[in-house]
């Protein structure tokens, strides 16, 4: 062989990897289904949760609030009144009382274009119903809501947990309160966690800001509509995951990937799933 050759075929075998390194690092990129399909299916019902495995994500997100009686639920909100025919604080109602709402009701009212009759009288999941559905060995991607309105949730988290018998290397906590992350880490270091960010103005990362992150977690997800590549790429580049939240349009879900984020939560996954496909 020639050394044109050589170098030629070399080239070519270059060419390959580079086109299977890009296929992969679209395969890697996490499709979390946020609040489930919650863009086909009333939020955190276990409906939307299955919807969400079915539509290709990754994960199935959980937003943990917990009732007067100690017990851990999955909704987004303090209140009731959002997402239920409640009204209130959830930390006022037991589990009993908040088992006896309509959770899916709203959903055909505010987009009648995707109601379904089943949705009618979907009830609101206990994390331990989630666990029971879904199994020991599905991704799990748990936030701790509102930390502060509800001592020992980490606690109960963690044992609820280690009842099931969950796979922790499926498992990711994620919460806006450092401090419930850092209580987190002192209950169970083997919990993998996530810093999430909330900017309000051109997101901007200190070397500071990313050294205190690293201490005990192993990702950021920042609001996707205020971060640029730069952002993303220190975010990467010191080795730290990224998730943006919340993506529902095809053309910023390609601009996230080019800009080399690691995953990101969708009401969508299908369509995530899609653009992953090159869709």
Request: hydrophobic share 35%; proline share 4%.
């Amino acid at each position: 062989m020639t050394v044109g050759a050589l170098a030629l075929s070399l080239s070519f075998i270059g060419a390959d990897f580079t086109v299977a390194d890009a296929k992969e690092k679209d395969k890697e990129i996490l499709n979390v289904a946020h609040r489930g399909a919650s863009g086909h299916a009333p939020e955190h019902t276990i409906t939307s949760y299955k919807m969400g495995e079915k539509m290709h994500g990754d994960y199935i997100e959980v937003d943990l609030q917990m009732t007067k009686d100690g017990e851990l639920i999955a909704m987004h909100d303090e209140t009731l009144d959002r997402t239920t025919n409640g009204t209130g604080e959830v930390k006022n109602y037991t589990l009993k009382e908040i088992k006896e709402l309509d959770a899916g009701s709203w959903f055909n009212e505010k987009y009648p274009e995707r109601a379904k009759a089943e949705y009618e009288g979907l009830q609101v999941p206990t994390l331990e119903e989630v666990f029971q559905t879904f199994g020991k060995n599905a991704n799990y991607y748990i936030e701790t809501k509102s930390p502060e309105v509800y001592p020992g949730m980490e606690q109960k988290l963690v044992d609820v947990v280690n009842e099931y018998g969950i796979n922790k290397d499926k498992l990711l906590v994620q919460s806006f309160s450092s401090e419930s992350l850092l209580k987190m880490n002192q209950i169970d270091p083997s919990v993998k966690l996530v810093q999430l960010m909330w900017y309000t103005s051109p997101a901007v990362l200190t070397d500071a800001e990313v050294q205190a992150i690293k201490q005990y977690a192993i990702g950021i997800g920042p609001n996707s509509s205020m971060i640029n590549k730069e952002y993303v790429q220190k975010v990467v580049q010191n080795g730290l995951e990224i998730h943006p939240y919340t993506v529902n349009e095809k053309e910023e879900m390609q601009k996230l990937i080019d800009w080399g984020v690691t995953g990101m939560f969708t009401n969508f996954p299908d369509l995530l799933h899609e653009v992953k496909k090159g869709k």
